[in-house]
């Protein structure tokens, strides 16, 4: 299975741990966990300028993405139905 970030951002979906909702008010601990990420060189931002609104943790590394938590996750459901 394969999932659409945004743009041209495709992964694969057997590395996924985790989406997270980016919406406001964002815990202090997810917060230290994008701020570790991007200081790893581990953080990548799935389009330019658009807001972010969730983040993919992965097994070796992060994703901030434009589409919401809520999309990303019934679309990793949907293809795992089609396995």
Do not use: Q, W
């Not at 951002?9 to 919406?23: E, F, P, Q, V």
């Not at 570790?36 to 990548?44: F, K």
């Not at 994703?63 to 139905?81: D, E, M």
């Amino acid at each position: 299975m394969y999932l659409h970030l945004g743009d041209d951002t495709i992964i694969s979906g057997d590395n996924i741990i985790a989406i997270i909702n980016l919406d406001e008010p964002v815990s202090e601990v997810l917060k230290e966990l994008i701020e570790n990420a991007e200081v790893d060189n581990i953080l990548h931002a799935v389009g330019s300028n658009e807001k972010k609104k969730a983040i993919v943790l992965c097994d070796d590394c992060c994703y901030l993405s434009p589409i919401s938590s809520n999309t990303l996750f019934k679309r990793a459901i949907h293809f795992r139905k089609e396995d």
